[in-house]
């Protein structure tokens, strides 16, 4: 018998594959550099050189037998000590490697933390917008996820209904900081409240509300920005890494877990993860990657096209009167669209061959995303075309 | 709270690796060399040097957003189909790209197909002796592993045992051929009556019981052994696969799931897949590891080793009356300790610089198993040992 949890899923289409789909299919039709495609997540700058370097490199020079051994059950010790000292000397921590554990990008980190400290029963709360794989990601744990709504005026935390909704089933907070999809980087302010409620309320129901900190977007931070470093503000966080964005690299798969230090069992809860590992197959990631990324901790891949690009979009939807938060990092932008149904003005956006996602599956109905991690160039040709929508339609 | 089920896995310390640290702490001691240790079932062969060619090849010349970019959900497409039409090809098959899902490793492989069609009360019936890892890979998927005793005479199966457990909860019945830790091939006639077992069975209780065939091992196959391909035998196989041994990659976390085209529902399976891997954040293995293994699908190392260690060792023991079954395949031996509590018969063997592994975690109280993936001219010098280990305590 199948199961069916998984064969449900099936029939579930996520809304930005369609558009994807879509968009690769008109590109066929009529050029895909005709098609303003601003439906995917996917960096679009090349790799750093040193990371390829250090992979030849690896592959020419090291024992191919170590190379390609075994990582140990808790990822490659010398890999750990690394990212620790990285995240010391650049945040002021004091990550040892017992902290750290490599994972199969912030995918897989998620995946471990939430099976750390959830079980069936328990509730995962998130705030929205939220990049909706957390769905998958806690659901198929056990546990649940529930989605807080939108602090609309910002995009930062709406703490009333927040408290309205934590409760003695709440084993852990979710957050993404820079924020896919609003742009939006957490505020001081933000997250030294949030670490209150944390602590009051795990005091209140007499366990530890863990916060669990996605941050894939934390090297893309725009001119001016302060993106405050989260685990600093809660003892009891457990940081989701991922390197995709940072070094480019979606497809090599691979991140970490870092529990905070003064995190209650901080030590304990690494170990945990190995034996999670065993249990999803993981094992971990590959261990010729591992080494890699060990080597360029303190680098990224020219990241600057994504806040030119967000300078350029922001400005014409200012000019437009859309009503848009000013995103402090990421390569997204989620503006309010200018009719009530943001699927249908996705729809009518097709029609002049631009390609935006409506907000409704990212917990906020009638926003709409914009992934602008593509060439500047196509983002100059494609604003007059997004003017001319809007003022056919809306104006 | 952390989740007792992975803190108690804690102090629950492997046999295998407590011996491999013990052989690493008096390595230091006395010399690495002068340690004859057969605990890891870890490759001891190079790369072929084809696939390290293809890895730099790709890093120099692929465009790196391509080569980087995220794999779709399902696995890259090119790979699946070079996977399915080398198998077609050697194995008399006719695999699609459609039935074909890239995992991080068998272990990876199992994890997804054991969550394909089993849940919280099934059981998956594995037979001893077997490979330790299945208790976690099918405990933590919620299903239950149970053990189906050894036949000691040969390693085949005990088909009178199998028949006594199997039953209306059986969702699947987990196969490792050639096998860890017996080495041994499973026959046509066992397939064969494997495969009527299952039909009847799954008629009586009206639902299929599937076959997971896993297949690391299957290209270490010695001299004159028939190895049958499993998935021919029974329509409803999903079989796991592993380039760890073949190509001498285990840290590069690289192999399938391949469901039989004649299996009901093989493409919605595959798909299913797809699903299972968001939900433990796997989201495929690494693109460029899964593109270099598709231009390596027919070679392997130079396998020729093991089958020299696994001569030399056979005829030791023999000569020295200890019950063994010759091993068909694999770098494993598992012959009968020649007193009864293997553990004391291990420790024993430690004052000889002898690591070897009680039988016991793998269902088989009294044997032991030898892993001889060790360079020949250290197996040459341990058997002198070896035999002076056995005549001084058993003879």
Known sequence: MLVETYRKMLSGKSVIRELS?????????????????????????????????????????????????????????????????????????????????MTSGAAGAIAHAVRLISQAGDEVLTFAPFFPEYHPYINLSGAVLKVVPPDYKAFQIDFDSFEEMINEKTAAVLINSPNNPSGVVYSKETLTKLAEVLKDKSEKYGHIIYLISDEPYREIVFDGVDAPFVSKFYDNTIMCYSFSKSLSIPGDRIGYVAVNPKCADAETLIQMCGQISRGIGHNCPSAIIQRAVAKCLDITADLSIY???????????????????????????????????????????????????????????GYFRMAYCVQTEKVKRSLPVLERFIKDNYR
Chains 1, 2 share one sequence.
């Open 307 to 365: 806040e030119k690009n967000m300078n350029l979009i922001y400005d014409t939807l200012v000019g437009l009167d859309i009503e848009t938060v000013r995103p402090g990092g990421t390569f997204y932008i989620f503006p309010k669209a200018p009719e009530e149904d943001a699927k249908e003005f996705s729809k009518k956006a097709l029609t002049y061959d631009l390609i935006l996602v409506p907000g409704d599956s990212f917990g906020a109905p």
């Open 21 to 101: 789909e879509f968009a690769t299919a008109r590109g066929k039709e009529i050029g895909y550099e005709n098609v303003f495609d601003y439906s995917l997540g996917n960096p679009s700058v090349p790799v750093p050189q040193a990371y390829t370097d250090e992979m030849i490199s690896l592959l020419k020079e090291m024992d191919p037998n170590e190379l390609h051994g075994y990582s140990p059950s808790l990822t490659l010790p010398e890999v750990r000590k690394a990212v620790a000292e990285s995240l010391n000397c650049r945040f002021g921590m004091d990550y040892g490697p017992e902290h750290i554990f």
